[in-house]
């Protein structure tokens, strides 16, 4: 099992740098990092470092890039003007996948539609939308990752929703991310997941979170917790044990946890305490 880092963990600490999450990753330990886009983006954009400077890092050293984390709000556009908008961003992120020697981008749906759409819509248009990024990725072999999201705004926010959307469009480049958070907080099914094929699950992002009610506007990424914090409701142990039994084959877990409070930490700490976290957590409940 690969240890990754997210930089959703540090991205608020003061002075945080893309550069600065890869050199300390490095040196404690991780295997995989999933570059977040803002992060990327903002260090770009001020010149701090370039696309081909961390590819060459990837080159280099033992850390390699776990996944393009993420292309947003990919489904239910209303035009094609803006669903050619979605394609246009997802070439530009496959070229720099190829810079980077990353082979997974993260897709995540859209949020606080205008127009209400039921489930059978929304997988219906989901399962077109993907098939139509299929051409851009299969060339380089990328695969992509959809990310359900736990709140009552996003279109796909169940497990339950999600597989059935990869179970359709039946591609061995399309599976999904399933993020502890998200499984619990929108009440995704036990025997969804028990059903599942464990090769159709890309990703484990490895968190825990305070026992709020499901759906709570106040159950936001803030109550994410480090995963056995005294606080943290998650059933770790039944996750763990669940993809065993349906194969699963990510060979990656990988911390995310977006606390605030997290963030006030030095940058070289939180690294540090995320890469403890997640290799106790392996050694508990996979080996």
């Known amino acids: 099992m690969k240890l990754g880092f997210n930089e959703a963990n540090s991205k608020g600490c003061a002075g945080h740098s893309l550069m600065k999450d890869l050199e300390f990753c490095e040196k404690y330990g991780f295997d995989l990092i999933d570059i977040?886009?803002?992060?990327?983006?903002?260090?770009?954009?001020?010149?701090?470092?370039?696309?081909?400077?961390?590819?060459?890092?990837f080159k280099t050293h033992h850390i390699k890039m776990a996944s393009y984390n993420a292309l947003q709000f990919f489904n239910m556009k209303k035009t094609q003007a803006e669903k050619d908008e979605v394609l246009d961003k997802l070439r530009?992120?496959?070229r720099r996948c190829k810079i980077l020697g990353c082979g997974m981008i993260v897709v995540v749906p859209t949020c606080d539609l205008?127009?209400?759409a039921t489930i059978s819509e929304i997988r219906k248009d989901t399962v077109e939308v993907i098939k139509s990024m299929l051409p851009i990725v299969e060339p380089e072999g990328i695969k992509l990752s959809i990310e359900f999201c736990a709140s009552p705004a996003m279109t796909i926010n169940r497990f339950d929703e999600a597989y059935a959307i990869i179970k359709e469009v039946n591609h061995p480049l399309?599976?999904?991310?399933?993020?502890?958070?998200?499984?619990?907080?929108m009440g995704s099914t036990w025997e969804a997941l028990e059903n599942?094929?464990?090769?159709k699950v890309f990703v484990w992002h490895l968190n825990g979170c305070e026992e709020m009610p499901l759906g709570a506007s106040y159950n936001t990424d803030a109550v994410r917790l480090w995963p056995d914090d005294e606080k943290d409701c998650l059933d770790h142990k039944r996750l763990a044990d669940t993809f065993k039994k349906i194969g699963y084959a990510g060979d990656n877990c990988i911390i995310e946890i977006f606390r605030p409070e997290y963030w006030g930490m030095d940058q070289e700490e939180n690294v540090k305490k995320s890469f403890e976290v997640t290799k106790a957590h392996v050694e508990k409940y996979w080996k």
């Not at 991310?177 to 619990?184: A, G, M």
């Open 92 to 94: 530009e992120i496959v």
């Open 174 to 185: 399309v599976g999904l991310t399933c993020d502890e958070y998200h499984f619990r907080n």
């Open 114 to 116: 205008d127009v209400p």
């Open 36 to 57: 977040q886009s803002e992060c990327l983006d903002r260090d770009l954009e001020s010149g701090a470092v370039t696309l081909e400077q961390v590819g060459e890092f």
């Open 196 to 199: 599942a094929d464990g090769s």
